[in-house]
């Protein structure tokens, strides 16, 4: 891997309650927004685990206390595109306490809500596939525990990334 290669080690979570998933709306530096299920980076020293319970508490307010997982697991290779390769662990909690009430310290997350499963795949139409696919054939059940799902990115994010399943 090229000295300025940056490899990205992101965990996600999803929280189901009532057949709504929680989604949060995120603006990027370019100004763009999206919507994802709450997770980040790993920072270095920490667990997938700690860093998600982290992350979901501070992009939702809520108090995530037992995991299930890792249900899928991604990756994206940029390495010959845009210059990073994107490793995801995706859980999904068994157990939280308190309200949404969004208070992300990073200024990426600005809204957080719950989102009926049908609507799930409008809320994601023109993501990027290593977003929306997975998440969206674990829920209609077509994605076995722990499958991993692989993705080619070319291009830049001037240009335009092209994303490409392995």
Do not use: C
């Amino acid at each position: 891997m090229p000295q300025n290669m940056h490899k990205w080690a992101v965990a996600g979570g999803i929280l189901v309650a009532e057949d709504a998933v929680l989604m949060v709306n995120n603006r990027r530096r370019n100004g763009s927004t999206d919507w994802s299920t709450p997770g980040g980076v790993v920072d270095p020293g920490e667990t997938v685990l700690g860093a998600l319970t982290r992350e979901v508490a501070e992009e939702t307010g809520l108090a995530v206390s037992a995991w299930d997982g890792p249900l899928y697991t991604v990756e994206a290779d940029g390495r010959d595109g845009p210059g990073w390769i994107l490793s995801v662990e995706v859980h999904e909690a068994r157990g939280w306490t308190g309200e949404l009430d969004v208070d992300d310290p990073d200024g990426i997350v600005f809204d957080a809500r719950w989102v009926p499963v049908p609507q799930i795949s409008e809320l994601l139409t023109g993501q990027y596939a290593w977003l929306s696919e997975p998440l969206l054939a674990y829920l209609s059940g077509d994605a076995p525990r722990g499958h991993e799902f692989r993705y080619t990115v070319s291009g830049d994010h001037r240009s335009g990334l092209t994303v490409t399943p392995r």
